[in-house]
């Protein structure tokens, strides 16, 4: 409608606005009637419009429009009407209530949603019995217009939305007791009605309605014990088709409600309860009736999950159920077929079996003796399932499945994986030698067949893979694991997902393969083989990685071999760019080993043609395809930087013996690095603009420092010349993040102290003149500057006072920081003002900067705690807040009485009583941060208007 935002809130316009919303093509046509629709609803005539909107000659969407209206002004306007029009208004919505009890139902659904505020804001004050009364006003009504069942029908629909509706609204906290207490009293006059309508022959309807309103007051809160009968009637109707769905939802609901653990014998008496269905289980996993499947298996996983340790502390009679429940729950983990094609429900078993081992684990040791005689033989079952269910299809099965089934595949062998590590706290030895017999079996058939039926061999070896990270040499059977690497060079690859798997297997026991250097031998040939499959490269480069980190020293005598396989694949065509930058730190790791010659020489031949391509690309125009090749070789470098060290120990004692074993000999990554400078020079000329090239640039620079450490010393000079001029040009995050590494490496080191000066002077002067022009648009520079200015403030104070700096430009900076909207930005700065604060006790300099503009910081801070700031960084807040108390307390006394006198600073909401209470506990606090935190918090929440609201509390855990 034109001029829609100016036009008056009458049913006409609302009847034309609801039209456009619904029926009109234009999209800002129906945004903008939505709009208006919402500025309606919420608008003090939606009290009278509303009830005409309801007239029965109305369309179904104006009359769901008016009911929503009164929902929405009774649940959020509610101080807006009388206490004197209470009464009328409760009659009202009765009457409407009554008039829709044939239909629609969506009208009918949202008038009873609107009752069900009423009753929440007047219960028990002004509508004791609120309950009561409902079902009464429903008993008494004698409309001739609605049968009997109509009738009954919208009381359940009201008695179903009320509990709903109690445990979505956010009551005052003075209420809810009240509330709760008087919905309590309702309950006798519910439970008794449902139980009736169950127990008789009511129309399938009213049972379905009947069986919703008990498992909705379930959720609110029933004693078990008080509901054992419509319990029992909620089973019965599991048998019933058109029953089934909202029976296994209130059941479920009955067993999860979170007070259902004070009642074990009332649960209990459920399990029989449970058995009993197990014939209509056996049934429907028969005819693969998927959906009984997963009802079924939601109630008795429902059980097992959240009273495990009823089933495990059961005795009797009551532990044999417990056991058939559990078998229960086994059979749905082994259902038949393939997930998530042919079922759906196998994986919600899963966290049941890892409950069930944490409690058993958990238990006494003389109990977990007792219980393990009952539930080893249980697990080694559950890992039976396993390896069936985690094997893939066929190809040309799996073929035909969708991306989604594919991913919801390739998650549902994880949780697989997680389950058996559950299953191995529990078997340990057991189950690798299981894995052992049965790869054993599978190994010694026709070789035929398992090149046709790779998928069991596939299935072992992925369980195997799965308890990696889980043996413990010390606690598991060496023997085990050594039979089980025994048989891995025997087996046939003949699928590329049986090779995945393999790889990866063994790039999981890479730190125990350090302690059985034979078994290299027969393992080095099959990674290098999966380096001329381009679907095995990832899987080959990850664990030839893995492995090279591990046992490297015991790789050496196969040096050769597997570095000459690394020449040709980086030089090939098969691997991706991360492939080959991967493969690049497996290098790294085993040349490490090697004498220096020989690093260098495998180093001549296999970076040789990179740094040639990388050399190459200077005489091309930047382009997408240049940047790829440029980016790539530099992450090839850096991955080597990471890895590549002759320094480094090889295990924490020898490293405690000898720090810096071989410290004669030159480290070869600064050999390359002086050797490929000149070239990385040029490109940072060539591409200085360009973010993701100087990026890659500053990394390779930043992992040759952390493995050089202080032997980066000779090319200080150039790498600090560099930094400035790309700085200067460009500025850019990274940049700070690389001077911050050689700024604390080398700020106490005379021979460089000069050059550590400037380089911290010409960064500083770039990014205030930044600041100067305006850097709101780059929140990484300025988090990046503050977090180097903290860091030198820390350790190297005398850096950033030298004769040309200026505190006072620093101290701008940080006030313009403050008011980003970032929260590491400000955090950052936080750290920077708190020890530039710390430095002016024993810098004048300083001391002269923080007593000039201490006040506006100070008031920036207070702002920032009164709301212009997230409730997140109020902790960091308090900190400078700290600092100034302790050491400028005379000034920050003055500073603190002047701008708590400003009318409205720092908030509207708080008052000069507040204000003098916060300044007092503030500036008594010098020692405790604890303390000051808490008082800057709860002064931060009144400034915002939310002390002691739910919202705050329910976010506090949040920020």
């Known amino acids: 409608m034109e001029g829609q935002a100016q036009a008056e809130f009458t049913v006409e316009n609302i009847e034309r606005a609801l039209h456009q919303l619904y029926f009109d093509p234009n999209v800002s046509v ?29 369309a179904a969407e104006v009359q769901f429009f008016g009911a929503n209206a009164l929902y929405v002004k009774i649940s959020h306007h509610w101080a807006e009407l009388p206490a004197d029009h209470y009464a009328n208004l409760r009659t009202q919505l009765f009457q409407e ?80 007791g009240p509330v709760r207490n008087a919905m309590q009293e309702g309950l006798p006059h519910v439970l008794p009605l449902l139980q009736t309508l169950l127990e008789q022959p009511s129309p399938l309807d009213v049972q379905q309605q009947a069986l919703k309103c008990f498992s909705s007051w379930v959720t609110f809160g029933v004693p078990l014990n008080e509901v054992e009968g419509l319990t029992n009637l909620a089973f019965k109707a599991v048998r019933s088709p058109e029953l089934f769905d909202v029976a296994i939802d209130a059941l479920v609901n009955v067993i999860l409600q979170p007070m259902a653990y004070k009642y074990p014998n009332t649960v209990q008496k459920f399990i029989p309860q449970v058995l009993q269905l197990q014939d209509m289980l056996e049934t429907a996993i028969k005819d693969k009736d998927m959906d009984t499947c997963n009802g079924l298996c939601r109630l008795a996983v429902a059980i097992g999950e959240n009273h495990s340790k009823v089933l495990l502390e059961s005795t009797g009679e009551h532990k044999q159920n417990s056991l058939e429940l559990i078998k229960i729950i086994m059979m749905c983990t082994g259902l038949p077929g393939r997930y998530p094609v042919d079922e759906t429900a196998s994986d919600m078993t899963f966290s049941f079996w890892y409950i069930l081992q944490d409690d058993m684990i958990a238990s006494e040791p003389a109990v977990f003796q007792d219980l393990c005689a009952y539930f080893i033989p249980l697990y080694m079952n559950l890992v039976e399932i396993m390896l069936i269910k985690v094997q893939y299809p066929p190809d040309s099965e799996y073929s035909t499945w969708t991306a989604e089934e594919k991913e919801q595949f390739r998650c549902y062998r994880q949780d697989i994986a997680d389950t058996l590590v559950y299953a191995f706290n529990l078997l340990r030895d057991s189950l690798l030698n299981f894995l052992y017999a049965m790869l054993s079996t599978i190994l010694q058939q026709d070789r035929k067949q398992q090149e046709e039926t790779w998928q069991p061999t596939e299935g072992c070896l992925h369980a195997f893979l799965s308890i990696g990270e889980s043996v413990d040499p010390e606690e598991c059977s060496d023997q085990c694991i050594l039979n089980m690497f025994n048989l891995i060079p025997k087996v046939p690859i003949t699928h590329v997902r049986l090779a995945e798997t393999t790889l990866y297997t063994i790039g999981a026991y890479a730190e125990w393969l350090n302690s059985h250097p034979e078994l290299l031998s027969g393992l080095i040939p099959l990674i290098l083989s999966g380096f001329t499959n381009p679907d095995l490269t990832l899987s080959s480069t990850l664990t030839l990685k893995d492995v090279a980190q591990e046992c490297a020293k015991n790789m050496q005598p196969f040096a050769n071999d597997i570095l000459s396989a690394c020449q040709n694949a980086l030089t090939g065509n098969v691997m991706k760019a991360k492939d080959s930058i991967r493969l690049m730190h497996a290098v790294g790791s085993l040349l490490s080993v090697l004498p220096v010659q020989d690093i260098l020489n495998y180093l001549h031949a296999i970076l040789g043609p990179h740094v040639q391509q990388l050399e190459a690309s200077l005489n091309e125009q930047p382009s997408a395809s240049s940047k790829a090749i440029v980016v790539q070789k530099l992450n090839m470098l850096s991955m080597l930087f990471s890895s590549l060290d002759i320094r480094r120990p090889e295990s924490e004692e020898a490293e405690k013996r000898q720090p810096k074993p071989r410290a004669d000999e030159p480290q070869p990554v600064l050999l390359v690095l002086q050797q490929v400078y000149p070239i990385v020079q040029r490109l940072v000329s060539q591409w200085i603009a360009d973010t993701g090239v100087i990026e890659a640039v500053c990394e390779m620079f930043k992992r040759a420092v952390r493995t050089l450490q202080d032997e980066i010393a000779p090319m200080t000079a150039q790498l600090s010349e560099l930094l400035v001029q790309v700085y200067n040009a460009i500025p850019q995050s990274a940049v700070l993040d690389m001077a911050k590494q050689l700024l604390t490496l080398f700020h106490s080191s005379e021979a460089h102290a000069a050059t550590m000066q400037s380089l911290f002077l010409q960064l500083t002067s770039r990014t205030v003149s930044l600041f100067q022009q305006g850097i709101r648009e780059h929140p990484d520079l300025v988090e990046g500057f503050m977090s180097l200015a903290g860091s030198m403030l820390k350790r190297c104070p005398a850096v950033l006072f030298q004769e040309n700096s200026n505190p006072e430009a620093l101290f701008q900076c940080g006030l313009m920081a403050l008011s980003f909207p970032e929260n590491h930005v400000v955090k950052s700065t936080c750290v920077f003002f708190t020890e530039l604060i710390g430095q002016s006790a024993s810098n004048p300099l300083v001391l002269q900067v923080v007593t000039q503009h201490g006040r506006m910081l100070l008031e920036v801070i207070l702002k920032a705690i009164g709301g212009d700031a997230p409730r997140s960084v109020t902790d960091n807040m308090a900190d400078v807040l700290m600092a100034l108390n302790k050491h400028c307390f005379q000034q920050t006394c003055t500073w603190m009485g002047e701008v708590m006198k400003v009318e409205g600073f720092p908030s509207q909401l708080v008052n000069a009583q507040q204000k003098e209470q916060f300044a007092r506990n503030v500036l008594k606090e010098r020692v405790n941060k604890r303390k000051m935190k808490e008082v800057v918090k709860e002064f931060s929440l009144l400034c915002r208007g939310l002390y002691g609201t739910e919202y705050a509390a329910e976010t506090e855990f949040e920020l």
């Open 30 to 58: 129906k945004d903008a009637a939505q709009k208006w629709l919402m500025a309606a609803q919420v608008s003090p005539q939606a009290w009278q419009f509303c009830w005409v909107l309801l007239h029965k000659d109305k």
């Open 97 to 176: 209530i009554l008039a829709f009890a044939g239909g629609p139902r969506m009208v009918l659904t949202r008038l009873c949603v609107a009752l069900s505020a009423f009753a929440l804001n007047t219960m028990p004050e002004v509508w004791p019995e609120a309950v009561k009364g409902i079902v009464d006003t429903f008993q008494q009504a004698t409309s001739t217009e609605l049968t009997p069942s109509q009738r009954c029908g919208a009381l359940l629909e009201l008695l179903t939305v009320l509990p709903e509706q109690h445990n979505t609204t956010c009551l005052a906290q003075s209420r809810r």
